[in-house]
């Protein structure tokens, strides 16, 4: 079946890197887009990043432009997310989210906690 | 990027009949569809209502969806217990290279 599997989170210091992973499995993968969707504690959805199909296009939320860097490898099906210079306001948990018109898929998402 | 208007809260009795609105501007909620989103405790977010009124395989016909001009509305008829949960807009925006918008959410309250 479709699946999104993330990957990668954990306690990192402030300044630190992190880099997710978004493992896809039960359809063809390079015939998507995809976007990170990250939910920090108590707060709600907050759309951070998407790719295109190709890996050619990528657009950023204000919040992490020049900090995150998001990218594919259609061969292995996965999505990553490249987090850099990590600030306590980055924890949350990150979902990665295959778009169809809308997002039809969903990880279970992955904790990245930033904190010193 | 500024961020969809939904009431932060809603409730209502099983039985009732709910809306939860959300409101934008004309670059996003004005030019695009609009999807509505289900989160539960604990659980990945499930799509509700896709392109402003379509309901994916699966979605009860209890959730519909609406949208007229920058303002689209979710209801909820015949409430139920298990729709307790936090509810989400979100539409594309195509300026500034093209970016997803999402609504503060809206936790509803099964009474």
């Known amino acids: 079946q479709v699946q999104l599997a993330e990957s990668g989170g954990g306690s990192v210091q402030p300044g630190g890197s992190l880099r997710l992973s978004c493992a896809a499995s039960?359809?063809?993968?390079?015939?998507?887009?995809f976007s990170w969707i990250r939910q920090a504690p108590g707060k709600g959805l907050e759309w951070i990043s998407f790719?295109?199909?190709?890996?050619?296009?990528?657009n950023y939320a204000d919040s992490v432009k020049g900090r995150f860097t998001v990218s594919r490898d259609n061969a292995k099906n996965s999505l990553y997310l490249q987090m850099n210079s990590l600030r306590a306001e980055d924890s949350a948990v990150y979902y990665c989210?295959?778009?169809?018109?809308?997002?039809?898929?969903w990880g279970q998402g992955t904790l990245v906690t930033v904190s010193s | 990027h500024s961020v969809l208007t939904q009431p932060p809260s809603a409730s209502g009795t099983p039985g009732q009949r709910v809306t939860i609105s959300c409101s934008g501007s004309?670059?996003?909620?004005?030019?695009?569809?609009v999807n509505w989103y289900q989160h539960l405790p604990r659980m990945a977010p499930k799509l509700l209502i896709d392109?402003?009124?379509q309901r994916p395989s699966g979605v009860p016909d209890r959730f519909s969806g609406s949208k007229s001009g920058t303002s689209a509305s979710l209801t909820i008829s015949g409430l139920q217990s298990e729709d307790e949960a936090d509810y989400y807009c979100?539409?594309?925006?195509?300026?500034?290279?093209?970016?997803?918008?999402f609504g503060g959410g809206t936790k509803l309250t099964v009474l």
């Open positions: 989210a295959r778009e169809s018109g809308g997002f039809d898929t």
């Open positions: 039960g359809f063809t993968f390079s015939g998507y887009y």
């Open positions: 392109s402003n009124n």
């Open positions: 979100a539409a594309w925006d195509a300026s500034l290279g093209g970016f997803w918008v």
């Open positions: 004309s670059s996003d909620v004005g030019s695009n569809s």
């Open positions: 790719i295109s199909s190709s890996g050619h296009y990528a």
